[in-house]
């Protein structure tokens, strides 16, 4: 996502698109400004929400760590797309996949170049991607479960409601 400073430098707009994330996007007051935390606050009716922001990064778990030195590797290519457990669907064939250290997502084939975004979620469980849903890639949008990945590829699998999608990687 991103944010914006507004008014006299007072309140941060959170522009968060997709993700678990998303419920936080809004203009907060900002409180509280500390060496090591800021403190935000926002209030709507009946609704008020404080949260405090810690300085520094999260530290990644080493499963974590190994799953982000797998996926940026180098080059996936599609092996196998499947929606709602029907039969393979060759829309992403010839289609390569490179997820990128600093959470670019670059997917191309002979014709197509499109950009979006990766990073992972809930200890690495899942990763998201963010790509531009009009886009011949819009169905790779979401949170995607790591359902395997060993020196055979990487197995993702989305499930919401009643959309189900597979994809392997080689």
């Known amino acids: 996502g991103e944010w914006m400073l507004m008014g006299n430098c007072d309140q941060l707009k959170l522009i968060i698109h997709a993700g678990q994330l998303s419920e936080l996007r809004r203009e907060w ?11 935000l606050a926002y209030e709507d ?29 180098g080059e996936w290519s599609v092996k196998n797309y ?10 992403f064939n010839g289609y ?13 084939n002979s014709d197509l170049k499109i950009v979006g975004t990766w990073y992972p979620i809930r200890n690495c469980e899942y990763i ?7 886009s011949v890639m819009g169905p790779m949008a979401g949170e995607w479960k790591i359902e395997n990945y060993n ?19 080689t």
Not at 82 to 91: H, I, L, S
Not at 96 to 108: S, V
């Open 151 to 169: 020196d055979n590829g990487l197995t993702m699998v989305y499930d919401k409601m009643s959309e189900k999608r597979k994809v392997e990687f």
């Open 82 to 91: 499947t929606e709602n457990e029907e039969g393979a669907d060759p829309r």
């Open 128 to 134: 998201v991607i963010e790509i531009d849903r009009n």
């Open 29 to 39: 007051i900002i409180t509280k400004i500390h060496d090591e935390k800021i403190t």
């Open 45 to 73: 009716g009946p609704l008020r929400m404080v949260m405090h922001l810690n300085k520094g990064k999260p530290i990644l778990t080493i499963k974590c760590i190994e799953l982000i030195n797998y996926l940026v590797q």
């Open 96 to 108: 390569y996949f490179q997820f990128k250290k600093d959470g670019e997502l670059i997917t191309w």
